[in-house]
């Protein structure tokens, strides 16, 4: 079975290595027969002894292992292996284009989970058979992109921008590289050394149409004699899957009271919605956000706003407070406690006004509004000064479990984000640093955090840390994406100011009306215990279970409990009974 990290490697980024499945024997053999023939597919149909290696491929027990989870059982071949190679005679474009993604969605490729239930229509199996270093080019991949709902923009999809996103894949020969098939991809140019020689199988789960096969039947286009006395149109919805003229179906076009026949090149499916222009959004940065989970929006403070408030930093920097370490026993990340500087709003005069700005600028309130609607607000900002060797944070958050009030929804080209972290990148921040790290995809992960991710120990190369300048904004979805921060090595400190934000649908910071007499004043007088309990206002801490919650015994009594089971946020959450104040 599948353990919970490789579930969550395959869920949240797409893709999946399992190392050194094949022998040094066999990787020779695979290496042999290509040199022998010089050939690049067909495999299956070659010579009999070379042609075996490559059908003993198919079944091999490990990839059946893998792909009765990934696909479900009754997985078959869908597309014939081909080799992923820099030879100049197999004349495959590394032109850095790229190619697939969710949208718009193909049901027969797409990537299915509902109820601890998952299948991959269609999983590229590659086996690598020689090494593939960073940096050499090759194959090269968009983590997380095979659930993305916003369609690839055009100069990204062209390579001529990767906006930070595009990923090579470090392999070594006897790695087998199971990747779904919706994950965005394409081929750079080979750097490397070593000859590129990837093995790429298209595996599919049992009912797919995607092909038709390469057998003589397959080109057969007898059909009985009644249905040459069907209209074209009638032909076409009659149509019987799996031939050369009929997979892909041809499409059919109604207008008014006629039908006719189109190519078979596009699917057509009609959508009520259109891409509108005007609608303020800039769709790299909205590609960007429902993907990643975050966003950086370059170069927003003014020169004078980011020196007044670093001048700020300075002058109040015996106001530091030094909290816990929240490293939680990662080896990676540990440290000494985390240094910040709150109510900077409340500063003097000049000193607050660079933060006073912050909270509604006018770059910030333009992309909350389309990420999670209007009606946000948020506490105040902190700054961060982390100096060299505090802590980092455990990664924390993620889709899994479910916590609506820290959500993320994509439904109908909106985003339903309940909670934004705004940071403020006061000083640049390099790739050696620290800080703010992530996992991008996770927000739409639908397993467990594994704990080598949550330590950083062994993240599976899933987590990334992006790279800042001086005035640059960070977005991330707080609560939804699994984030966190690294220890910080930099001889300079940290400077970032961090800004929650809430949406109108949920409360983030409990607050005296959370209290039932606060919010329904005399309407609660002489309640009993389990009464008041469900007389509260919003509450933050409702996702931890802190707050009183009603039980039903097994006589049938109600009963309140306070039993705590995580870190408390509000301090208006009672943890005893409080009808005595009401007799």
């Not at 495959?92 to 998952?118: T, V």
Request: charged fraction near 25%; glycine fraction near 10%.
């Amino acid at each position: 079975m599948m353990t919970n990290e490789e579930n969550y490697c395959f869920d949240a980024g797409g893709y999946l290595i399992v190392p050194g499945v094949l022998s040094d024997t066999m990787i020779a053999q695979l290496n042999e027969a290509f040199d022998a023939t010089g050939q690049f597919d067909g495999m299956l149909s070659w010579e009999d002894e070379q042609r075996e290696l490559f059908r003993d491929l198919l079944v091999h027990p490990v990839l059946v292992d893998y792909l009765n989870q990934l696909c479900g059982t009754g997985f078959r071949l869908e597309q014939l292996p081909r080799l992923i190679t820099d030879d100049p005679a197999a004349k495959l474009s590394f032109d850095g284009k790229l190619s697939g993604g969710d949208e718009p969605r193909d049901q027969a490729r797409a990537y299915y989970h509902q109820n601890a239930r998952r299948q991959c229509q269609l999983v590229r199996a590659i086996w690598a058979l020689d090494d593939v270093a960073e940096g050499d080019g090759g194959l090269a991949f968009v983590q997380a992109s095979h659930k993305t709902n916003v369609a690839m923009p055009s100069a990204f999809r062209e390579g001529a921008q990767d906006l930070g996103l595009v990923r090579e894949i470090p392999l070594r020969a006897g790695d087998l590289l199971l990747l779904a098939d919706t994950t965005i991809r394409g081929l750079r140019p080979w750097k490397g050394e070593r000859r590129l020689r990837l093995l790429d199988y298209g595996f599919a789960a049992r009912g797919v149409i995607l092909e038709a096969g390469s057998g003589a039947d397959t080109f057969e286009t007898q059909s009985p004699p009644w249905k040459e006395e069907l209209t074209p149109a009638q032909q076409t919805v009659l149509h019987r899957p799996g031939r050369s003229d009929t997979t892909p179906p041809k499409t059919l076009i109604a207008k008014g009271d006629d039908c006719h026949v189109a190519s078979a090149d596009e699917a057509f499916h009609p959508s009520f919605l259109r891409h509108d222009p005007d609608c303020g959004i800039d769709e790299e940065e909205f590609f960007f956000w429902d993907l990643c989970g975050h966003l950086v929006i370059r170069d927003v403070m003014s020169p004078e706003d980011l020196a007044l408030a670093n001048e700020a930093i300075d002058r109040f920097e015996s106001e530091i407070v030094v909290q816990e370490e929240l490293s939680r026993n990662s080896k990676s990340l540990a440290g000494t406690g985390r240094p910040v500087l709150n109510r900077l709003v409340e500063l003097p005069e000049p000193w607050c006004g660079p933060f006073r700005r912050m909270v509604a600028h006018p770059a910030v309130v333009h992309r909350l509004t389309w990420m999670g609607g209007s009606g946000f607000r948020c506490d105040g900002p902190t700054a961060f000064c982390a100096v060299k060797g505090t802590s980092g944070h455990s990664l924390h958050d993620a889709n899994e479990p479910l916590n609506p009030s820290r959500s993320y929804v994509y439904k109908n080209g909106r985003s339903f984000c309940e909670a934004v972290t705004v940071t403020w990148q006061l000083r640049d921040v390099t790739d050696d640093d620290g800080g703010f790290a992530c996992v991008p995809g996770s927000h739409k992960a639908q397993y467990r955090m594994p704990p080598g991710v949550r330590s950083c120990d062994d993240d599976m190369g899933l987590v990334v840390h992006p790279t800042f300048k001086a005035g640059d904004v960070l977005f991330f979805m707080d609560g939804a994406q699994t984030h966190g921060a690294l220890a910080w090595h930099s001889e300079v400190a940290r400077r970032s100011i961090l800004i929650k934000y809430s949406s109108r649908n949920f409360n983030r910071s409990g607050g005296d009306f959370a209290h039932p007499e606060a919010r329904w004043g005399d309407v609660v007088e002489g309640m009993s215990d389990a009464q008041l309990s469900v007389m509260r206002g919003p509450d933050r801490d409702n996702h931890s279970g802190n707050v009183p919650r009603l039980e039903v015994a097994d006589d049938g009594d109600v009963q309140v409990s306070y039993e705590r089971s995580g870190g408390l946020y509000s301090g208006a959450t009672p943890d005893r009974p409080l009808a005595k104040t009401h007799a």
